[in-house]
């Protein structure tokens, strides 16, 4: 991990494998005692929940190549979780991947095109890459938007129950406890 002070506060070297508890905490630690009044870069984290969870922390920035990496596999970024493309189910899916989404893939191509190129054209990495992009980036301005608004917590849990939509008890323990530790609870 490295620290750079200067014009704003990266951390680095986490997600590298290391467990989620050990994970959240060190960022947790970190934005504890970097200087508020710099933005705060965790570097290498990019699943949704892990940037929900490290802005809920007071993480500001981040960067990852999982939004094209999973791309590359057919996976596309929902609300929901994750999209396998490959999977046989979507081959007469002709629905966008997602309906409320208004980037340019989801507005010109269906679930049954990507799965028929999903991992075998490279146009399907591009498509992909783009939607789990756009999703990223819709996330992370949905999460300024609500704190700047004062709802962040609302927000935590509505995107909490559209993951994980079997409550709760199904969450994983560590964010439980992460968020925990910034006044958000689901009971
Ligand atoms: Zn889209």
Request: net charge positive; charged share 15%.
């Amino acid at each position: 991990m490295h620290f750079m002070s200067f014009p704003l506060t990266k951390k680095g070297g986490l997600c590298g494998g290391e467990a989620k508890n050990d994970f959240w905490k060190t960022v947790y630690q970190c934005t504890q005692i970097l200087p508020h009044s710099k933005p705060r870069y965790v570097m290498g984290v990019g699943f949704p929940l892990d940037l929900v969870v490290c802005v809920a922390l007071g993480a500001d920035m981040f960067d990852c190549v999982y939004p094209c990496r999973t791309a590359r596999f057919g996976t596309a970024l929902v609300r929901s979780g994750e999209l396998h493309l490959k999977s046989s189910q979507f081959k007469f899916d002709f629905a966008p991947i997602d309906d409320t989404c208004t980037c340019s893939t989801c507005l010109h191509y269906t679930r049954a095109y990507l799965h028929t190129v999903a991992t075998k054209e490279s146009t399907a990495a591009s498509l992909l890459t783009v939607h789990n992009i756009y999703y990223l980036l819709n996330l992370m301005k949905q999460m300024r938007t609500h704190i700047q608004n004062g709802s962040f917590h609302s927000f935590v849990k509505e995107f909490m129950h559209n993951m994980f939509p079997n409550g709760p008890k199904t969450y994983p323990t560590w964010c439980i406890a992460a968020f925990h530790t910034v006044g958000i609870d689901f009971s």
